[in-house]
């Protein structure tokens, strides 16, 4: 679904990414575990275009990389930045209708009514500016209005950051919910926890490259890896 070939990415003279392979297929989650500042949330944005790739990013068999950000997002890619980046201004329900790919058109999946199920205070809270919502409630936002464009694949970034344990296993559901409807799912994640509960696979970045892919069992078993590349 999602494949990502020898990609390098740049800020100016900095060389962030350094060759990155990697693969997400329709139906998994896998995570992308690292420390901070080794190029996890840059290789998002690489593949949404918002960091010029320097690599083959090729998605449901056609090469995305070199496409505009808008045009990557409409070929099926949906996007939770670390931000969340809601428009604080608007409403929840305006929010939530800026994801669709046309007005008032929802995906096959995912609806208004699916999305107040799956998260009730959202419903509860339509007419309410986003800026006042809490920190989980906004996260909430982020992702399903991601959602509201029925994408095929979605990256989301550091989902559980600064979040009370209920809203984590919230996310956590959610996340595993977008995998049994088909997508294919990358977790840039902070906390191993949750990584090695709902991950299918696990790559982890260290100084830009990947330096371990393997299952959750496999990382439980490894702990010279667990103590080299992730534990502070």
């Given at each position: 679904?999602?494949?990502i070939?020898d990609?390098?990415a740049?800020?100016?003279?900095?060389?962030?990414?350094?060759?990155?392979?990697?693969?997400?297929?329709r139906?998994?989650?896998?995570?992308?575990?690292?420390r901070?500042?080794?190029?996890r949330?840059?290789?998002?944005?690489?593949?949404?275009?918002?960091?010029?790739?320097?690599?083959?990013?090729?998605?449901?068999?056609?090469?995305?990389?070199?496409?505009?950000p808008?045009?990557?997002?409409?070929?099926?890619?949906?996007?939770?930045?670390?931000?969340?980046?809601?428009?604080?201004g608007?409403?929840v329900?305006?929010?939530?209708e800026?994801?669709?790919?046309?007005?008032?058109?929802?995906?096959e999946?995912?609806?208004?009514?699916?999305?107040?199920?799956?998260?009730?205070?959202l419903?509860?809270?339509e007419?309410?500016p986003?800026?006042?919502l809490?920190?989980?409630?906004?996260?909430?936002?982020?992702?399903?209005?991601?959602l509201?464009?029925?994408?095929q694949?979605?990256?989301v970034?550091?989902?559980?950051?600064?979040?009370?344990?209920?809203?984590?296993?919230?996310?956590?559901?959610?996340?595993?919910q977008?995998?049994?409807?088909?997508?294919?799912?990358?977790?840039?994640?902070q906390?191993?926890?949750?990584?090695?509960?709902?991950?299918?696979?696990i790559?982890?970045?260290?100084?830009?490259?990947?330096?371990?892919?393997?299952?959750?069992?496999?990382?439980?078993?490894?702990?010279?890896?667990?103590?080299?590349?992730?534990?502070?």
């Amino acid at each position: 679904m999602l494949k990502i070939q020898d990609l390098n990415a740049f800020y100016g003279k900095s060389h962030v990414l350094r060759g990155v392979n990697m693969t997400v297929e329709r139906g998994e989650v896998v995570s992308l575990l690292g420390r901070n500042g080794v190029g996890r949330s840059t290789l998002c944005k690489a593949v949404m275009g918002l960091v010029a790739p320097v690599g083959h990013v090729e998605f449901d068999g056609k090469t995305i990389s070199g496409m505009a950000p808008h045009d990557i997002a409409h070929a099926g890619i949906g996007y939770v930045p670390e931000d969340r980046a809601i428009f604080p201004g608007l409403s929840v329900l305006q929010n939530l209708e800026l994801g669709m790919k046309k007005k008032g058109q929802t995906g096959e999946k995912w609806t208004l009514e699916k999305v107040y199920e799956w998260f009730p205070r959202l419903k509860e809270r339509e007419h309410t500016p986003a800026e006042v919502l809490s920190g989980g409630e906004q996260q909430m936002l982020s992702m399903f209005r991601a959602l509201m464009g029925d994408p095929q694949c979605i990256l989301v970034d550091e989902p559980t950051e600064g979040l009370a344990p209920k809203v984590v296993a919230d996310v956590a559901a959610i996340l595993q919910q977008m995998a049994k409807d088909g997508l294919a799912v990358l977790l840039v994640e902070q906390k191993l926890s949750i990584a090695l509960d709902i991950a299918d696979r696990i790559y982890i970045m260290g100084e830009g490259e990947i330096v371990f892919e393997g299952t959750p069992e496999d990382l439980r078993n490894n702990p010279e890896i667990r103590k080299e590349w992730l534990e502070v």
